[in-house]
């Protein structure tokens, strides 16, 4: 069986995924540092945002210094993160009931098939 045009790809290696669940729209991302500059940690903290690895399992933003909304001054800091495989939660294809992809890589992965197939490959 061939393994698919996704699979021998080596800039796809450390792709990752973005699922803003309040637009419902798929970003991908070459790496996870340009994920973490891409994405506000006040938008992690808050629950609209999921990231996922190249294989759709779930990771898990994980803060050194917190999101915070400061009330008093009407100001937010967003908080610093890294991004850290997790055990729990849905992996990505739970999640592919989406409106658009934006393919921030340039990686081809601009369709939801060409995200489904990507993601079978990387099963096999």
């Known amino acids: 069986m061939d393994r698919g045009k996704w699979a021998a790809s080596e800039k796809l290696r ?23 500059a891409a994405v506000d940690g006040l938008t992690i903290a808050e629950g609209h945002y999921k990231f996922f690895s190249a294989d759709g399992s779930p990771l898990e933003a994980v803060f050194s210094i917190p999101a915070q909304i400061h009330h008093g001054h009407n100001t937010y800091t967003n908080g610093v993160y890294t991004l850290k495989p997790c055990n729990k939660g849905a992996p990505l294809q739970a999640f592919l009931l989406i409106v658009e992809c ?13 995200i489904e197939q990507f993601l079978l490959d990387k099963q096999i």
Do not use: H, N, P, W
């Open 14 to 36: 450390k792709v990752i995924f973005g699922y803003d669940l309040l637009s419902r729209s798929l970003m991908v991302f070459a790496s996870g540092a340009e994920a973490i």
């Open 102 to 114: 934006q393919d921030e890589a340039k990686s081809g992965l601009s369709t939801l098939r060409d």
